[in-house]
């Protein structure tokens, strides 16, 4: 070897010791931020979002990096091993599905010494349920490649829709078609924004100008009128929350709008116990995760 390959190898090895001191770095101030809820206070609804918007990481590289970080409050030895240069980051990820304080020891050798490959089989012998990974694959502007794993009840269940779909239609249909069929009729059924937009365009149908109380508020007003803000939150008042709000998380910091949709709850600025009424303006859709932070920080 000469002098100048020898130096690049030298200049790789440095470069390599730097970049594993920086993932356990990353680790560690990932694992302070879940702590801490900084996430929840910059408007992100998990810290895995916020490693993919904030810090710009990749897919791969945000779950990774904040699953680790999780796993590492209650096995410090994954952050350790990883510092030290025995553990990837992405060999610790594929075994948090099976690694716990009483058996750490062993798989944090196997996911040091182990393949890709092998390591995988060996964590699907230990949990076969843990390898049932969905992914999301963009082939084009309007095109995307869907892989999981489903149960052999489930595959039947989408051959009878696909047969009876077929039937009514008297035609050939793919397994994508009867997903839309079957998406379309669950969402028109159970999103309370299509609810709230069908009962919106109703009520426009059949106005009366003699009203003196919109009908979607009228058991808002009537509530707030008598003080009766420990009733049940009326269908009525929901339908007009799901048309402001959308179905969106309102939570906004200084950085962002959460705008999640998932496991979204209703929450009063005003509580309840400060006299809060169940008006349209003292409701606000918020996730979960942002519902108990406001309350906590209350």
Same mark, same amino acid.
């Not at 079957?182 to 299509?194: C, G, H, I, V």
């Not at 009424?277 to 918020?286: G, P, S």
């Given at each position: 070897?000469?002098?100048?390959?020898?130096?690049?190898? %030298?200049? #790789?090895?440095?470069?390599?010791? $730097?970049?594993?001191?920086?993932?356990?770095?990353?680790?560690?101030?990932?694992?302070?931020?879940? %702590? !801490?809820?900084?996430?929840? !206070?910059?408007? =992100?609804?998990?810290?895995?979002? =916020? #490693?993919?918007? !904030?810090?710009?990481?990749?897919? #791969?590289?945000?779950?990774?990096?904040?699953?680790?970080?999780?796993?590492?409050?209650?096995?410090?030895?994954?952050?350790?091993?990883?510092?030290?240069?025995?553990?990837?980051?992405?060999? !610790?990820?594929?075994? $948090?599905?099976?690694?716990?304080?009483?058996?750490?020891? %062993?798989?944090?050798?196997?996911?040091?010494? $182990?393949?890709?490959?092998?390591?995988?089989?060996?964590?699907?012998?230990?949990?076969?349920?843990?390898?049932?990974?969905?992914?999301?694959?963009?082939?084009?502007?309007? +095109?995307?490649?869907?892989?999981?794993?489903?149960?052999?009840?489930?595959?039947?269940?989408?051959? +009878?829709?696909?047969?009876?779909?077929?039937?009514?239609?008297?035609?050939?249909?793919?397994?994508?078609?009867? $997903?839309?069929?079957?998406?379309?009729?669950?969402?028109?059924?159970?999103?309370?924004?299509?609810?709230?937009?069908?009962?919106?365009?109703?009520?426009? %149908?059949?106005?009366?100008?003699?009203?003196?109380?919109?009908?979607?508020?009228?058991?808002?007003?009537?509530? #707030?009128?008598?003080?009766?803000?420990? +009733?049940?939150?009326?269908?009525?008042?929901?339908?007009?929350?799901?048309?402001?709000?959308?179905?969106?998380?309102?939570?906004?910091?200084?950085?962002?709008?959460?705008?999640?949709?998932? =496991?979204?709850?209703?929450?009063?600025?005003?509580?309840?116990?400060?006299?809060?009424?169940?008006?349209?303006?003292?409701?606000?859709?918020?996730?979960?995760?942002?519902?108990? =932070?406001?309350?906590?920080?209350?």
């Amino acid at each position: 070897m000469n002098p100048f390959q020898k130096s690049l190898h %030298e200049e #790789a090895l440095s470069l390599s010791k $730097l970049f594993r001191n920086t993932e356990s770095d990353l680790i560690e101030v990932l694992m302070k931020i879940d %702590e !801490a809820k900084v996430f929840l !206070a910059l408007g =992100y609804s998990s810290l895995y979002s =916020y #490693a993919l918007e !904030a810090l710009d990481l990749s897919e #791969a590289n945000a779950y990774a990096f904040s699953a680790v970080a999780k796993k590492s409050k209650q096995i410090p030895e994954l952050k350790t091993e990883i510092k030290s240069g025995n553990l990837s980051v992405s060999n !610790a990820r594929r075994v $948090l599905s099976v690694i716990t304080p009483q058996n750490k020891m %062993e798989w944090i050798a196997k996911a040091a010494v $182990l393949p890709k490959i092998e390591l995988e089989k060996e964590v699907f012998k230990a949990n076969p349920e843990a390898e049932k990974k969905e992914s999301i694959r963009q082939l084009s502007e309007d +095109r995307f490649s869907l892989k999981l794993g489903i149960s052999e009840d489930l595959l039947r269940k989408l051959k +009878r829709a696909q047969v009876l779909l077929m039937n009514k239609g008297r035609k050939n249909l793919g397994l994508e078609n009867v $997903l839309a069929e079957l998406t379309e009729e669950f969402l028109e059924k159970n999103d309370p924004l299509r609810k709230a937009e069908r009962i919106t365009e109703k009520k426009s %149908e059949s106005f009366c100008p003699g009203k003196n109380l919109d009908a979607l508020d009228q058991n808002t007003q009537e509530q #707030a009128r008598f003080g009766e803000s420990r +009733r049940p939150i009326s269908a009525a008042l929901k339908h007009s929350i799901s048309l402001r709000d959308k179905g969106l998380c309102q939570f906004q910091s200084e950085e962002k709008k959460c705008n999640t949709m998932a =496991y979204v709850e209703i929450h009063h600025k005003k509580p309840v116990s400060r006299n809060g009424t169940n008006t349209l303006e003292n409701l606000i859709t918020l996730c979960s995760k942002h519902h108990k =932070y406001l309350h906590e920080q209350r």
